[in-house]
């Protein structure tokens, strides 16, 4: 917490104990308070359903110790809110406080019950939930985020001890925690004026001298990547400095900062912190319970992990769905239920109409890899047929590729069964993951090493989970292997995210997503600190 945060919450403390006062004083005996609350919940039937069911006992407007404790921890919360990266403002703690100083009537007193209920579930539910709707600001945010109703906050509240539940509300995960703790390094960075003088966009390597060479390394000392030093050469501690920033960044670590590197190099705090408050609201989005054993497919950063206890137990790179409207890999989670060993690929409708139709219509032997099958899963003789005569939406016939080395699943892929029709697998097109950036996919996630991922799954229930999987392999048949234990899939998208040894690292922006994010947390809200560097 922050001075400014600090000085704010003890103020905020010191004026409520002085609101306290006034409430003994008034009391909250009798039906206008009962009458008062319900009232100011008419609007609300879930907090009001709480209190006809508690029978109007106050949660935060009693004499009591509980009461008081409850008031204090709601204070302190709602104050100290930008820490989350939430919008502090809109909670509006001291005009909570000055509502509780002017209370003198029983009937002041409901009304003061009722707002500090509506605004501690509000406050309850972004910290809990997140600040905005995923569904809402992108069509590839389809995860579906479940709040709590009121009526269950002020229940769990009242159950739990008050301060208990207001620890218990963030997420509970390393990665929030971690995230937080870079907010913080940030928001000092950008009062004490950000990084420095920018780089100019030039190609500079090793052995290089001058001016640029020496703003190269004054910015890479500013983000701690450098020892300070006034060497104007581009000598091997500098090399290692960019090779440590482009690993850091997503980039090839080729030691070389040309424009892509310097690019990076010259974005601002603010910019990163940015990163930072939209990966906080995605740690909120995510389920809270992540699973012991989950797999973690990261599309900004093109990679899936195999994750155990909390740590990376297996990581390969991986391909993205290809960055347009209809290609985009979404947001969500799911369970990975089995494997497919030699798979058929059977055609996305949406590939069959706008690729492979043009194609048969201007010759029937086109894509004849591809088999072309009725309704009842036959194969049809392709010289039979007049492609000329369907469209797109009359189309009658289905398209499937046969196990194979080249089938476009590869040899295996992963399922775990979903509206979107997105699942992780193997690929005959290896090249790809060589690519910086991997957004080549219709939307399903390829993976680098297949074979050694699924050896990683069946390690659970098999002896010997390698020769498990080449002894199906290697009978060329389409078979299904299930998984004893499913295991959660969890695809993010996270440009800012911390590593297991508690590094700091940055991804670029692929499908304009975090851009998004960040403009919805504004119109929540949501504001940098004052002082840009």
Known sequence: MSFVSRA?????VV??????????????SGTAFQMAVAENTATDTSIAEFYSQNGFDPVWTGDTSEHKARRAALIRALSTADMHGLPGARFDAPALITLMQEARST??????????SRVFVKYANKLQFGATSPAQIDSGLVRTVERRSADEHLQRLVAGGGEQYFQEL????RQYRALMKQKKVLETLIEKGGWGETVPIAKLERGDTGGNVIKLRNRLVAMGYLRPTASPE?????????????TAHGLEPDGVAGQGTITEINRPVSERLKSVYVALERERWLPKERGDRHILVNQADFSAKIVDDGLVTFETRAVIGKNTHDRRSPEFSDEMEHMVINPSWYVPRSIITKEYLPKLQANPNAVGHIQITDRGGRQVNRGAVDFTQFTARNFPFSMRQPPSKSNALGLVKFMFPNKYNIYLHDT????????????FSHGCIRLAQPFEFA???????????????????NTGKETKVDLDSPVPVHLIYRTAYIGPKGEVQYRRD??????????ALQKAGVALPDVQG
Do not use: C, N
């Open 428 to 439: 005959p097109q290896k090249s790809l993951f060589a690519r910086e950036v991997r957004a």
């Open 234 to 246: 581009y000598d091997d501690a500098l090399l290692t400095a960019v090779q440590a920033f482009q």
């Open 15 to 28: 004026a409520l104990f002085a609101a306290s006062a006034s409430f003994a004083h008034a009391g909250t």
């Open 455 to 473: 050896y990683a799954l069946l390690a659970k229930q098999e002896e010997d989970p390698k020769a498990f999987f080449h002894r199906v392999l």
């Open 510 to 519: 692929v499908y304009d997503r975090d851009r998004k994010i960040w403009e």
């Open 170 to 173: 963030m997420p509970q995960s």
């Open 8 to 12: 704010r919450s003890s103020v905020f």
């Open 107 to 116: 009937r002041d007193l409901g009304r003061v019950e009722a707002e500090l």
